[in-house]
């Protein structure tokens, strides 16, 4: 078993150390032993996540939001009270969106979003993360917070990328219409064909990730199709990648910005965008090879 998840058993509190006459412990996440290895956490460095797990990495939860003060009441209370941070994301609301946050959340951590788009925001919350794990949540009341525990366990179970999906066995969706559904499909195959990934949906930005993964993908796109240009770039990069059924709600509160063809001709230029990088660095390795080998005759 992980050194990160354990079973829980009811009753015991792994927060606290009986050793030290009840009091909590401050860390939820092990310190590196003297070698430089993570060392394994002790059973009082797990928090309960579920009524059967525990887990010992800190979780952090980026919301993006702008002018969605009337969603986050729906959105907040379906977060687990187990979670490390809350990082809310600010497109520089003109609503109570900080203030309904605070008052929901007093914990929460308000950044502000210099830049534009859900691409920059999404990233400008993930620099100011502080936990292991990072779950990607919307502000407009369509995801579901009770999920994020299917997200943490398929992370502490081995995979690096939990990816959210409509379509996956269990999954479902009561916000899109039959255009936008075909061309989900349509662009999902593209990319499974493309670049070797088997997933049942593309456009969805309910995912989760251990923080190392932001290492491996350049986030360079400030627009929401950050989202596509993730699962293919998780792909490219090698990484464990795992599909959480998830249900998607109707928006709450608001008028939704996305626009079925529009938004689908910024997808495909993403698509074929890493397509056309992913084969100049073919070319440049080949050559790369093929130099190597002449200067060893030589």
């Not at 729906?74 to 977060?79: D, R």
Request: charged residues 20%; contains cysteine; proline residues 5%.
């Amino acid at each position: 078993m992980s050194s990160a998840v354990r079973p829980f058993n009811s009753g015991q509190d792994p927060l606290i150390d009986p050793s030290k006459n009840g009091s909590a412990v401050k860390s939820a996440w092990p310190s590196k032993t003297k070698g430089g290895l993570p060392a394994i956490p002790s059973q009082h460095q797990y928090r309960p996540v579920s009524s059967h797990l525990a887990i010992a990495p800190p979780v952090s939860v980026v919301i993006p939001a702008m002018n969605e003060a009337e969603n986050l009441p729906y959105v907040f209370k379906t977060l687990p009270d187990w979670v490390h941070e809350v990082v809310l994301v600010d497109g520089n609301s003109t609503d109570d969106t900080v203030k309904v946050a605070r008052e929901l959340w007093p914990d929460v951590k308000v950044v502000r979003q210099l830049g534009k788009g859900k691409g920059d925001a999404l990233i400008t919350g993930f620099e100011a993360c502080t936990g292991d794990i990072i779950v990607m949540v919307d502000a407009d009341g369509s995801a579901d917070g009770h999920e994020i525990v299917s997200y943490v366990s398929a992370l502490v179970s081995g995979a690096d990328f939990a990816k959210g999906s409509r379509f996956a066995n269990g999954g479902g969706t009561d916000d899109m219409t039959l255009v936008r559904k075909l061309g989900n499909f349509a662009l999902c195959a593209v990319v499974n064909a493309k670049f070797g990934a088997r997933y049942t949906d593309l456009c969805y930005g309910y995912n989760a990730f251990w923080r190392h993964c932001l290492d491996k993908i350049e986030l360079d796109c400030t627009g929401f199709e950050v989202e596509t240009l993730m699962n293919i770039r998780v792909v490219k990069a090698g990484l464990k990648v795992q599909e959480i059924p998830s249900h998607e709600y109707l928006r709450i509160h608001g008028v939704s910005n996305l626009r079925a063809v529009r938004d689908g001709l910024r997808v495909l230029k993403v698509i074929l965008t890493e397509r056309s990088n992913r084969r100049t660095q073919r070319r440049s390795t080949r050559a790369a090879a093929l130099s190597a080998g002449q200067g060893e005759v030589s």
